[in-house]
């Protein structure tokens, strides 16, 4: 019964592959982000997708790729890892109403580690 | 731009000590106020919220009160627990849009 699930748990790859990461909720929320955690904790959104539709797209290099095939899904694509982007990804998802705020609702993170 | 300034961390408290992590925050309209909480190893999780000004959020013996005219709001605990460590994030949501904006983190150590 997990509400927003993320695989894999762990990645470690080399410099300049191709990864992705996925994420998938059960909750019937219509809104998904990714956020990026750096080693200090400080948390970053990437992307949220509404719908299926992209509606926040942070200054992300355009190595970073979201794809959303349905409202409950929302994978990660990495072009050509690079050292700098080792990090804690997370995946969250909300069901955002006319004007209030309904709580985000965050995967337990997928550690991506570059060598 | 809209932004949330959290105190300097790590903290480090023994056990039923108080704690206070100070928040302040800069927005553009009125926004929504949150206390994130993130135990190791897991994602975040909502710990409390308030959406107007003077509310005051509260769970698990956490508080915090949404000032307006100070633009804070501080978590408080009057006794904590070693459970209780974690790092915690304030943020802000404003209704114009869905974007959460959130705090440095603070990573709070309760001895035993």
């Known amino acids: 019964d997990t509400a927003v699930s993320q695989t894999p748990k762990y990645l470690v790859t080399q410099m300049g592959n191709d990864k992705s990461i996925k994420c998938e909720q059960n909750?019937?929320?219509?809104?998904m982000y990714w956020y990026k955690q750096d080693s200090k904790k400080f948390l970053k959104i990437m992307f949220s997708y509404n719908n299926k539709e992209l509606i926040i797209n942070e200054t992300v290099p355009n190595r970073f790729s979201p794809k959303s095939p349905d409202k409950a899904h929302l994978n990660l694509h990495i072009n050509s890892l690079e050292l700098g982007d080792s990090a804690v990804y997370f995946c969250a998802s909300s069901q955002e109403g006319r004007g209030r705020y309904n709580e985000q609702f965050f995967g337990p993170g997928t550690r991506l580690t570059v060598l | 731009g809209n932004s949330v300034t959290q105190m300097e961390g790590p903290v480090t408290l023994s056990e039923e000590a108080f704690l206070t992590i100070n928040c302040t925050y800069t927005?553009?309209?009125?926004?929504?106020l949150f206390w994130y909480v993130q135990y190791p190893g897991e994602g975040l999780q909502l710990l409390l919220k308030?959406?107007?000004?003077?509310d005051k959020g509260s769970n698990k013996g956490f508080e915090a009160t949404y000032r307006k005219e100070t633009t804070s709001f501080h978590l408080e605990k009057g006794s904590v627990q070693v459970s209780d460590s974690a790092v915690y994030f304030c943020a802000l949501h404003l209704t114009s849009g869905s974007r959460l904006t959130f705090g440095e983190g603070t990573q709070l150590t309760v001895n035993p």
């Open positions: 927005a553009t309209g009125y926004p929504s």
């Open positions: 909750l019937g929320h219509d809104t």
């Open positions: 308030a959406t107007k000004a003077d």
